[in-house]
Each structure stands twice: as structure tokens, then as C-alpha cells.
């Protein structure tokens, strides 16, 4: 069971270079979040799914797009990078159906994403 | 709007001391959670424990306890005989029955030899 992974780890892009940040869970989980951290900052929510093909905004969702396909992946879209989306990016899925709702978020291992 | 406060940026122990970690939150929501992740240097997130609305009972869980009170928001995490393995970034979270979360900024938490 490998739970939620994120791909990839590290990257660079340069300032208006795109990318998509992938995050896959097998754990039949309905919801499906991105949060960024920045120092200081705690987590903030940038874009969640309840479910597959619903997706909405959450406290920081400019400059990023999702679409949720599956109910196992759930990719981030930066459509073109600026230097203010140097952060780590944490995607979490919780809840499955039929079982108590918000037990615990699970997350990924992060992407430490700079951008230059 | 859901609003979590951790107002201790960072806290600096000897090894064995205790330490407690305050959170305060705002909600206008009847049905809740709150969370403690731990965040250690190498950057994963890890759950602590979780606590909704409704049961406001305080619990020991080895060395970790926490003090949850609705009269005055506040869901207090404390570990006891800290140890140089508990140095990390410990966050409060305040979640919805989905699983959205609203964290606090974090407390650095440094235990010292």
C-alpha cells in the first residue's frame, strides 16, 4: 500500500515555464487537496476534489489548474511559473466512502518546486 | 472563515522537560476536527491526533496528551519527557467532515541534549 505519492521531488523551472505536478493515492480516497507551505506560513489549501470531475478553489488557487479524471490522481497544473510559486507543495486524500468522515489527511512526500 | 492560531513561532527545551503547544481556532461550523501534524526535518508530514467537535475528552497517548477546550477554542497539545527526536514543526489543523484543513503557521519545537 503505497498511499499517496507525489512526483516529482525536486524541481527548477524558469519564470513562465509550465509544468504539472502529479499526485496518485490507492487508497480509494474521495477527497483529494494541494496545499503549498512557505515558511511561516503553515499550509495553505490551493485546490480540492470531492470526487472525480469536481474539483474547486481553495485559499490560494491563482496561477494553478486541477482536473480530477480518476479517483486516484489528482494533478497541479502551473501554468506559467513565476518566482512566487517557489514553495513546497503538499498533495493529502482522505475519506473513504462509507467510513467515518475526516479520520486523517494522508500526504504525499512533497515537491520542493523553485522557480527562477 | 475557519482561523487556527499558533502563537508560539518556537520553543526551546532541554531533553526530559515538557512541552506544551497552544492552538486557538475560530470556526462558525457545529461538526469540526482538529489536528497535530508533526513536521520533522525531513520534511514529511506526519498525524499525531485528531479530536472532532463533539467529544471533548482529554487523553494521554504515551507522551503525547492534549487539552481540548470548546469555551475557549483552544486544542493544546503537550508532550511529556521530550526527547532530541521531537525536534520539529508541530501544526495545528482545523478540519471540515471532509477533510479540508486550515493549519496554523507552525511552532518550531528545539529539544536540546
Known amino acids: 500500500n503505497a498511499g499517496v505519492t507525489q512526483t516529482p521531488k525536486f524541481q527548477v523551472l524558469k519564470t513562465g515555464q509550465s509544468m504539472t505536478l502529479q499526485c496518485a493515492q490507492d487508497?480509494?480516497?474521495?477527497?483529494m487537496s494541494w496545499y503549498r507551505q512557505d515558511p511561516g506560513m503553515g499550509l495553505r489549501l490551493i485546490h480540492y476534489s470531492v470526487g472525480a470531475g469536481i474539483t474547486d478553489q481553495g485559499e490560494v488557487p491563482n496561477g494553478y489548474n486541477v482536473s480530477r479524471s480518476t479517483t486516484e490522481d489528482f494533478p497541479l497544473r502551473l501554468l506559467s511559473a513565476a518566482p512566487s510559486q517557489t514553495s513546497v507543495y503538499f498533495c493529502?486524500?482522505?475519506?473513504?466512502?462509507?467510513?467515518?468522515?475526516?479520520?486523517?489527511?494522508?500526504f504525499g512526500q512533497g515537491t520542493r518546486l523553485t522557480v527562477v | 472563515a475557519q482561523k487556527v492560531t499558533q502563537a508560539q513561532t518556537e520553543i526551546s527545551v532541554v531533553e526530559k522537560e515538557d512541552v506544551t503547544l497552544d492552538c486557538v481556532y475560530e470556526?462558525?461550523?457545529?461538526?469540526?476536527?482538529l489536528f497535530w501534524y508533526k513536521q520533522p526535518p525531513s520534511g514529511e508530514l506526519v498525524f499525531l491526533i485528531r479530536?472532532?467537535?463533539?467529544?471533548?475528552q482529554n487523553e494521554i497517548s504515551g507522551r503525547y496528551s492534549w487539552n481540548f477546550q470548546k469555551s475557549t477554542s483552544s486544542f493544546n497539545f503537550t508532550i511529556t519527557a521530550s526527547q532530541v527526536v521531537d525536534s520539529a514543526v508541530y501544526f495545528c489543523a482545523l478540519g471540515d467532515s471532509w477533510g479540508k484543513l486550515q493549519f496554523g503557521a507552525g511552532t518550531q519545537v528545539v529539544v536540546t541534549p
Open positions: 470556526t462558525r461550523d457545529t461538526t469540526y476536527y
Open positions: 479530536r472532532n467537535s463533539f467529544d471533548e
Open positions: 487508497m480509494n480516497h474521495e477527497y
Open positions: 493529502a486524500s482522505s475519506y473513504t466512502p462509507g467510513a467515518e468522515l475526516n479520520t486523517e489527511a494522508f
